[in-house]
């Protein structure tokens, strides 16, 4: 967040006395960015609270949340340098300090890769894939901010609406950055995964040699940490003592090979029985009620 504030403060510091519809468009979307983060933080916070008997799940959806106030930031960004982009299309003015700008646009390239750097590495350190997915996306802003300086050098060579495109370049970006991280959030709202990673977990299971067939796996996110519910199949003679035991194996071998889940519950079936459908009691009646299944 400092980095990229202070970032934007330098631009803006040059952008008074320029007039850069793009270097605006770009102040605007570091500004936004530097923001994004307060509510990051307090989702973190909140997501370090323990669980209660209410919320026995602890807080992490409150990332979650985050997430929404986030995208709507980015969305009012966009429509903010969208506006006066189109305007500066419409009605063209002169541009003042090319050279400012232009150093305007490598500060913020600069900003936004040191930022970039920074998330990444703190990512990898705590296995949070989001953070590391974050980091990415500043180093693309870097490169929105290298657009600026294309669109300086169109103005030094006579095309002065070469500024105001470039504006409106950048206002594409900050928008489908607005559609993945949108598409990606009510993705995990409704539960959602890569479906790669249920793979990993079905692979993780089976490392552990008693474990004669994984069923059914389901995974969901909780903040920037996974749950798992894995149903796996033994042999039916071993003693529930036994089974206890490979149980607590596979839930080993799972949080050792996917550093991003917090959590796994595992139910031991005999092979016998093996799966979901086992488990299931068909339709009946009791005394007068209502017929139902479970």
Not at 69 to 94: D, K, R, T, W
Not at 231 to 253: C, F, M, T
């Amino acid at each position: 967040m400092l980095g990229l504030l202070l970032t934007a403060l330098v631009q803006v510091a040059i952008l008074v006395f320029t007039s850069s519809v793009a270097l605006l468009a770009d102040t605007i979307h570091n500004f936004g960015d530097a923001a994004t983060a307060i509510p990051l933080w307090v989702a973190f916070l909140m997501a370090r609270k323990k669980p209660s008997k209410r919320f026995n799940y602890g807080y992490g959806r409150v990332e979650d949340l985050a997430g929404m106030v986030i995208v709507f930031i980015m969305l009012v960004s966009g429509v903010l340098a969208g506006y006066e982009s189109f305007n500066a299309l419409v009605q063209p003015h002169e541009i003042k300090h090319l050279g400012a700008v232009a150093a305007a646009s490598l500060i913020g390239f600069a900003g936004n890769e040191l930022v970039a750097i920074f998330r990444i590495r703190t990512g990898k350190q705590i296995g949070s894939a989001a953070l590391v997915a974050d980091g990415y996306h500043a180093r693309i802003d870097g490169l929105t901010s290298l657009g600026v300086l294309v669109g300086i050098i169109g103005v030094w060579f006579g095309y002065p609406q070469a500024d105001p495109v470039v504006g409106l370049v950048i206002t594409i970006v900050i928008f489908k950055i607005v559609w993945d991280s949108g598409k990606s959030l009510f993705t995990r709202l409704l539960d959602g995964v890569d479906p790669e990673v249920i793979d990993e977990v079905r692979h993780a299971a089976h490392h552990v040699a008693e474990v004669l067939e994984v069923t059914e796996v389901r995974v969901r996110w909780l903040g920037h940490r996974l749950l798992a519910d894995v149903n796996i199949a033994i042999k039916s003679d071993l003693p529930v003592e036994q089974g206890h035991q490979i149980a607590r194996e596979v839930r080993h071998q799972l949080l050792h090979h996917l550093p991003y889940l917090a959590n796994a519950t595992i139910h031991v079936d005999p092979v016998s029985a093996s799966g979901e459908r086992h488990h299931r009691i068909v339709e009946h009646e009791h005394d007068e009620l209502p017929s139902h299944s479970h």
